[in-house]
């Protein structure tokens, strides 16, 4: 048996059976052997899109998927959505044909390794005596670490005879640490003085919802997540949403009043704090996390408590009971009654700026929240548009939404899409993009027709790079690098084998409705001429510019 071969068996045994990439010479015979074993392969048109849909899927999915790429150039190609990857602990295997040993000239000679080394992957050679135990120790620590790991094929290994003996079983992941019995009797009694708790989970809790609810009834505290985490608390009364740059001002201002904030899996960065300003003077701040270095790393906090979310929360529950501690805190009714009239985006009050040629997106979006299939996954790209399909549309749970901005990278969104509609293939697939990213990531137009996916892709489309237009301003001297002509993307798309439909109001959204209610058998693009305003949360983004 040839070494890919080997690496495929090793691959499949292990359960990786969803592989996205482009192929070229070098990658060629390991993902046919990988489609002979099992594997479903998603072609790309871009090595950089493969990443990215990989990346939704390892955030949305239930198995690790893997990445196929030529060597040299085709590794290059991934490595903004690997740097993505890396940045938001997306546990992924990339597999990457690299030139052969002797081949110390050929054209396609980096090093790979170095290369991915620096934007926070793992990286892994293999050898032809050990090919099987490096996919092993590959798939271990990609799982284990919550990290991209690239997996090295020299041209010469791959294609040497092996009769590599190993066997290895599927990994299971190391018990999470428990909590002290210490720090969770400080933290009972620190929610027993509190009278205004506030509890926000961020991506590590995101599998520690129900024993976060059972938490925050015993301890009479009100619920948030970071955006990442949004949907964790879906319909849950006293949810607050977001918390963060995307708060709603009820949101805003009801964490602003706490007395005591208990995160869970959040970093209560920049982002999920608005720097620091939703911590009310006074307020005792406690950080859970698996990460023992993840208390106090982006601001002081009075309590770390090193612990698996859920099993943090159960023992804080216990503690509770055992204290008997009650009453309804910042749980009143009232609370209730606000949340109810103003907890989501799309129930705040707005003039409405739509002129008939262009339409304002949170009118927009709103329309599209109540049109489209409740049962939804969405992937958002980023850029002045961000906030509209990530805080205005509603949310099944916390696998409803790709938020990929841990690298803030414009034109990863439509390729996060596709990955998400093979990880959620029971949901209607939703993109949020603006028409930078849209055109950044248009090669994978191609992909979403080709595959059959019936996706809406949204294109925020104002003419601009929205972000920097508000950030620095309209001069009268424009030099063409930040406003644009604009771009007819319907057309764009019925090219590629889209429906088309250009929306300047609202009028213009029956065309998606009548899409909605046929047969879905190609996918949706809406081009919605959008009028240029500064998103509520840009100017919290750019306090730190």
């Not at 999915?61 to 991934?78: D, F, I, Y």
Request: aromatic residues 6%.
């Amino acid at each position: 048996m040839k070494v890919f071969e080997k690496v495929a068996e090793a691959l499949t045994s292990l359960g990786i059976t969803n592989v996205f990439g482009v192929i070229g010479s070098g990658n060629y015979e390991v993902t046919r052997s990988l489609i002979e074993r099992g594997a479903h392969f998603v072609a790309a048109r871009h090595e950089g899109g493969a990443m990215s849909m990989a990346d939704a899927f390892a955030r949305v999915g239930s198995s690790v998927p893997a990445v196929s790429v030529h060597q040299g150039c085709g590794l290059t190609n991934t490595i903004t959505g690997l740097t993505e990857a890396a940045k938001s602990g997306s546990p992924i295997v990339v597999l990457t044909a690299e030139a052969e040993t002797a081949s110390l000239h050929s054209n396609f000679r980096i090093e790979q390794d170095r290369l991915v080394e620096a934007v926070g992957a793992r990286s892994i050679r293999i050898t032809r005596v050990s090919a099987v135990r490096d996919i092993h120790l590959a798939f271990r620590i990609a799982v284990t670490e919550r990290v991209p790991v690239v997996v090295h094929l020299p041209l010469d290994v791959q294609n040497a005879d092996s009769d590599e003996e190993f066997v290895g079983d599927v990994p299971e992941l190391p018990a999470p640490p428990a909590p002290s019995a210490a720090t969770v009797e400080t933290l009972a009694g620190f929610i027993e003085a509190a009278e205004r708790p506030v509890i926000i989970a961020g991506r590590g809790a995101r599998e520690a919802g129900g024993e976060l609810r059972e938490l925050a009834e015993a301890a009479g505290a009100l619920l948030a997540t970071s955006a990442v985490a949004r949907g964790l608390f879906a319909r849950d009364p006293f949810s607050l949403d977001i918390s963060g740059g995307f708060s709603t001002p009820l949101a805003a201002d009801t964490i602003q009043r706490a007395d005591l904030i208990i995160s869970f899996g959040s970093a209560l960065n920049m982002w999920t704090m608005r720097h620091g300003s939703l911590i009310g003077e006074g307020a005792r701040v406690v950080q859970v996390d698996v990460d023992p270095l993840a208390p106090g790393r982006h601001r002081p906090a009075d309590l770390g408590i090193i612990g698996d979310s859920a099993e943090t929360a159960l023992a804080i529950t216990g503690a509770l009971q055992a204290r008997g501690v009650s009453g309804e805190r910042y749980r009143t009714n009232e609370m209730r009654a606000a949340i109810a009239a103003a907890g989501t985006w799309k129930q705040v009050p707005y003039e409405d700026l739509s002129d008939g040629e262009r339409i304002d997106p949170r009118t927009l979006t709103i329309a599209l929240n109540g049109m489209l299939d409740e049962d939804r996954v969405i992937a958002v790209d980023s850029g002045n548009f961000l906030g509209y399909p990530s805080a205005f549309l509603d949310l099944p749970d916390e696998n409803g939404l790709v938020f990929s901005q841990a690298f803030q990278c414009v034109g990863l969104g439509l390729a996060s899409a596709i990955g998400a509609s093979f990880a959620q293939p029971d949901r209607l697939t939703i993109c949020g993009t603006g028409d930078g990213g849209a055109l950044m990531g248009a090669t994978e137009l191609e992909s979403v027709v080709r595959l059959g996916i019936p996706m809406v892709v949204i294109v925020y489309n104002d003419a601009a790079y929205g972000a920097e237009l508000h950030h620095f301003g309209k001069t009268d001297h424009d030099l063409g690098f930040i406003t644009f002509p604009d771009t007819d993307f319907a057309a764009i798309a019925r090219g590629y084998g889209f429906n088309g439909v250009t929306v300047r109001s609202a009028a213009d959204l029956a065309p998606v409705q009548e899409w909605l209610a046929g047969p879905r058998d190609t996918p949706l693009l809406i081009d919605a001429k959008i009028i240029r305003t500064t998103s509520w949360w840009l100017a919290e983004a750019f306090k730190a510019h």
